[in-house]
């Protein structure tokens, strides 16, 4: 038997899905602003799909797995 609740919940389309995670940032905005390249202690920013960080000086991208920044060299990954 279904609830007001769950009768009254809008089903979201996969855009509407894919749009709202686009949206929200995959790291908390205190580990975000503290974190920096660390091959050239540059700052980072979020790539355009916000997937990796993207080192703005020397251009190296490091993947955002999980909510977790692979913060590793490149020739250091698996």
């Known amino acids: 038997m279904a609830t ?3 009768e009254k919940r809008k089903t979201q389309t996969c855009e509407e899905v894919m749009w ?3 949206t929200q ?3 908390p905005k205190e580990l975000y602003e503290i ?3 660390p091959m050239c ?3 980072i920013a979020y790539n355009k799909e916000k997937t990796a960080l ?3 000086k ?3 991208d490091y993947p955002i797995k999980e909510g977790i920044p692979i913060m590793l060299p490149p020739d ?3």
Request: glycine share 4%.
């Open 4 to 6: 007001k609740a769950h």
């Open 20 to 22: 709202y995670t686009m």
């Open 25 to 27: 940032d995959p790291l």
């Open 35 to 37: 974190l920096a390249c």
């Open 41 to 43: 202690k540059g700052d």
């Open 54 to 56: 993207l080192c703005r």
């Open 58 to 60: 020397c251009k190296i």
């Open 76 to 78: 250091m990954r698996v």
